[in-house]
């Protein structure tokens, strides 16, 4: 497994789309410091981004990778090589090398100009859906034979989570607003690792605003380290889940 | 203290580092300085200091030992129906209330340190409580830690000017049917619930800080029922809700700065001939809100940070209106928790929609002509603590020096 996590490694390292990631997050990340006047705004309109942004990027390179290195992992399954090694170093190699392409472009950034609460939970939940959409992405390409399709998969994927899930939510809480469902659509909301990790930054950055009416609840939830280990609990569910059904598949599958 | 009794009105009594205990009742004019850390302690007995005549002077002693009671307002300082009244330079400590002033006229309470215990808000009282006084002047002063740390009730023509007031339980200032007063160059911070002003009319609100207070229902200022105020030159920062304007006619809030805060501005559709120009809203989640249509009220020249126009014939002033209640503001205003979804997608996508094309926001409450830079004048209260006196060009260029003593 190490052997196949190294050399998948370096041919990600060598791969341009990796290195054009980590420049583009530096490239956002850096405009938008240098844009605002007040960093902890640039840190708003980077959440907004990242929350966009990551779990796209995540899932399409690596359906993509995944087709285009099918040659190799056909290779790799001819040799003496436990299949459940083959994808684990694979997925192992995949992560790495977007965690540390986005530790370079976001983390960096964050670092110098805003080293805060905030853009600590900010790196934590852009980690958590590298990881998560990593994660989807393979399963993805797993069960779609053909690229386009893969592709097409990951995008409605994607869209999904960012935009219709929060839209069907916010359709019940509208139709149900005369109950007390309150207790129902933060958990819920929750549930989608986007959300998720917005919530975690927003906690910190809307503060004030959180705090007001049932605001307090939700801090005393989230703000706590309870909170959150909830919220990795459920960033690790996403991830781990789908690397399951991956493993099954490719266990199963007809190279 | 003994001399107290021998004591001809007009004498002056120095007492050098003397603890006192048990209340002293003053029925005398004179002037009792306290030196070298002077203590009178009231051991829990009632009251501690009691004034009952004209022009009297307490200075520079510590006091404490005053006993809580639900049935009295027992004070360390206190004086009923007095004029002249001086109190400067003490020290009250844990008092249950502090300074009580009652029908006095023309009171001076300055450079005192009232530092209460901060318990449960039923075994505190308010720091320095004035009840149907006028032409009281409170300066200089720091309070904390008591229920409310200045309270006027039924006060006219009263100045409270530099003071610092943290850590209430309940508001740092708060005004009931007081009229005609100004409050100006003062420091409010971590109030559980901020600063009031309620059914008081022609206030002057000038040069304050509101700062980090949090909490559902916590104001930077609650204006409850006010008419003809003025609140300019304030910065709100950090409170749950900066400025709170309920019930209000002919309120100018003018040249603040609101940075910061969950809510910048909540306005109640009550609201009538309320002028809102030349503000800066800065970094606040919310910059508006409110319950219902806004009519008859004013807004114009402020600067906002969302404002997302153009000047094209640079004249600093932006060529498209600006409206600042979003779709996402009033969707919180009905269903609190929807708080959950700020800065999503989604939200951000619909704010942006809803902007462009007004379906669900009053189309009346429109800043006609935002800055496109916040003004250099906006906001400037007193960085330190207010204690200094601040020049500050208004916008005709005249300097309004703010130090009325």
Known sequence: MLKVFKYTLIDLARNRFVLGYALLMLFVAEGLFFVEDDPSKALLSLVQVVMALVPLIALVFTIVYSYDSLEFTQLLAVQPIARRSILAGQLLALCTALLVAQGFGLGLPLIVHLPNMAALMLSFSGSGLVLVFTALG???????????????????????????????????????????????????????????????????????????????????????????????????????????FSFRTFQRKDL | MEVLAIAAPGDTIHVYGEVHEGT???????????????????????????????????????????????LEDNAGIKASECRNTVIQDNFLDGCFFAIYLSGSKGAL???????????????????????????????????????????????????????????????????????????????????????????????????????????????????????????????????????????????????????????????FANALYCAFNDNAFIANTFDLSSNGELKENVMSGNYWDRYVGYDLDHDKVGDTPHRPLGFFALLVERIPYAMVFSRSLFVSLLDRAERLLPTLTPAALQDEHPLMRQQEWVGKADKNNGNAPISVRTMNGRSNDMDHG
């Open chain 2, 109 to 267: 309470v300055e450079h005192n340190t009232v530092v209460g215990h901060n318990v449960r808000d039923d075994q505190m009282g308010n720091g320095i409580h004035l009840w149907k006084c006028n032409s009281a002047i409170i300066r200089n002063n720091t309070v904390r830690n008591h229920r409310d740390g200045i309270y006027f009730e039924f006060v006219t023509d009263s100045r409270i000017i530099d003071n610092i007031s943290t850590g209430h339980i309940r508001y740092g200032l708060h005004f009931m049917f007081s009229h005609r007063n100004e409050y100006i160059g003062n420091l409010f911070r971590d109030n559980g619930a901020g600063v009031a002003v309620m059914y008081s009319h022609h206030m002057i609100m000038r040069h304050n800080r509101f700062e980090a207070n949090r909490g559902a229902s916590a104001y930077g200022l609650l204006l409850k029922e006010i008419n003809d105020g003025e609140v300019t030159d304030n910065l709100m920062m950090d409170n749950t809700t900066g400025l709170m304007v309920d019930g209000c006619n002919r309120i100018s809030v003018e040249r603040n700065e609101f940075r910061n805060n969950g809510w910048a501005l909540r306005l």
């Open chain 1, 138 to 244: 393979l399963l993805i390409a797993l069960k779609q034979r053909e690229k386009a399709r893969g592709v097409g998969v990951g995008l409605t994927v994607w869209f999904l989570f960012v935009l219709v899930y929060d839209a069907l939510l916010m359709a019940l809480m509208f139709s149900f607003s005369d109950h007390p469902i309150e207790p129902f659509v933060v958990p819920l909301a929750a549930l989608n690792p986007i959300d998720m990790g917005r919530i975690l930054v927003m906690l910190q950055v809307d503060l004030a605003a959180m705090m007001g009416y049932s605001g307090a609840v939700y801090k005393d939830f989230f703000g706590s380290y309870g909170g959150i280990a909830v919220a990795a609990a459920v960033l690790l569910l996403w991830f781990v889940v789908p690397t399951l």
């Open chain 2, 24 to 70: 002293i009742t003053i029925e005398k004019s004179v002037v009792l300085i306290g030196h070298d850390g002077a203590v009178i302690d009231g051991g829990e007995q009632g009251e501690v200091v009691l004034i009952k005549s004209n022009d009297v002077t307490i200075e520079g002693f510590t006091i404490r030992g005053s006993r809580i009671s639900n």
